[in-house]
């Protein structure tokens, strides 16, 4: 049988590629500690996993409305009204499969083929994959790091065409933890705008922030509201990976797009999973704010080891949980034997010498540098960085 060219042309996910080999290596005995995978190490709050039980208890295991249960599209609304002060209606709210199925559902719904889509670099692994899915072409536009990984509205305005059509915006961002402010987001929205680009704002980490405060898209005003569709979902927040519950929020006739092409992929997300969804956005906030806490003092334990690494360096994520040091200091050096020409060659040695996973950037459009989340314990991260370290120092 003969593959679909899409399909055929389509690059896995690396960071779950790279999970399932550490998850094989572990199954052979092997200590592997993994910093691959976006994927918070607490539990689901107790309240939340208490929802999902009590509803197939109850029998709330059946088909629901294909946008998602009402209840829980009122709560997504009432949500973000809370957190950025934009008004969607309950009809405006669209509940998917995860926040990468929301994405996914937007490119369908405003993408096609000669259609381009816009995605700054670094950016998260599914993006481009997603667009050529969707039979459009990512261009990619390099952000700097000297500019802390923002992209800027000269460096957006020079890469549109007039086969344009969408911008994928990632605030915060995965992998590096930018969080552009209120201006950068003004000065990026006034160009979509003017050029008639949608917007696909993917929020997901946007309770994840340490300094300052996020700024939702949509809540520049009404103009850059009905050029966006804003994603997030409770994965991250509420530590619900698995749950497989996002949600987009979009202008009328693209939300209705958005729910007719989910009505014929999955029908809609579990129906135990939406309730809990409920349970986690109604219920108490404390475990979010107790894992925020975590979360920062991670992080700055994670900067300081890495900033002390020979041959690295890491700037100061400001939201998410990554850090994404440069490894250009040891390119060019030799471990066990290996010469290091590319982050790939790095993250491989770290994995084989070190046993520890950590994702090259190439899987995000940019080598030279690596991803590391510090969504893990502290001793088992600290274990970590001091395999890291012994290995790092045997470089020649």
């Known amino acids: ?155 957006l305005e020079r890469a549109l065409t007039a086969r344009s059509r969408a911008l994928i915006l990632n605030n915060p961002c995965n992998p590096t933890g930018a969080v552009y402010s209120k201006d950068q987001l003004s000065a990026l929205a006034e160009v979509a705008v003017s050029r008639g680009l949608a917007i696909i704002s993917d929020e997901v980490y946007e309770r994840l922030v340490y300094e300052g405060s996020h700024t939702s898209l949509p809540s520049l005003g009404p103009e850059v509201r009905k050029h966006t569709v804003l994603v997030s979902g409770v994965s991250k927040t509420y530590a619900m990976t698995g749950w497989r519950i996002g949600w987009a929020a979009a202008e009328p006739d693209v939300a209705r797009a958005m729910v007719d092409i989910q009505s014929h992929i999955n029908s809609h997300p579990a129906s135990m999973a939406q309730r809990a969804a409920l349970a986690a956005l109604c219920g108490p906030q404390d475990p979010v704010d107790r894992m925020l806490a975590e979360f920062a003092r991670r992080r700055d334990y994670v900067v300081g080891r890495l900033q002390s690494l020979p041959g690295l360096k890491c700037g100061r994520p400001a939201g998410a949980f990554y850090a994404f040091p440069s490894v250009k200091g040891v390119l060019g050096k030799s471990v066990a034997g290996r010469r290091l020409e590319t982050s790939m060659d790095v993250s491989m040695v770290l994995l084989e010498e070190a046993k520890v996973a950590v994702v090259p950037g190439e899987a995000f459009g940019v080598g030279g540098y690596l991803r590391l989340s510090y969504a893990l314990g502290q001793a088992r991260l600290a274990e970590a960085l001091d395999r890291m370290e012994r290995v790092l120092r045997a470089a020649s």
């Not at 960071?15 to 094989?24: F, H, M, P, Q, Y």
């Not at 926040?99 to 995605?119: M, R, S, T, Y």
Request: glycine fraction near 8%.
């Open 1 to 155: 049988m003969r593959l679909n060219r899409r399909i055929a042309s389509l690059a896995p996910s690396a960071t779950l590629a790279l999970d399932a080999r550490v998850k094989e290596l572990v199954r052979q005995g092997q200590d592997v500690i993994s910093l691959a995978v976006g994927e918070p190490d607490f539990d689901t709050p107790d309240h939340i996993r208490a929802e999902g039980k009590a509803a197939i208890d109850a029998g709330f295991t059946r088909y629901t409305p294909a946008a998602g249960i009402p209840e829980l599209r009122e709560a997504i609304a009432r949500t973000i009204e809370r957190s950025s002060g934009v008004q969607y209606s309950p009809g405006q709210v669209v509940v998917s499969v995860g926040a990468k199925q929301a994405i996914f559902n937007a490119l369908l719904a405003l993408c096609g083929p000669g259609d381009e889509v816009v995605i700054p670099a670094p950016y998260w692994v599914s993006y481009a994959e997603q667009v050529k899915l969707a039979g459009a072409t990512p261009v990619v536009v390099p952000a700097r790091e000297e500019e802390g990984w923002i992209l800027g509205a000269k460096e």
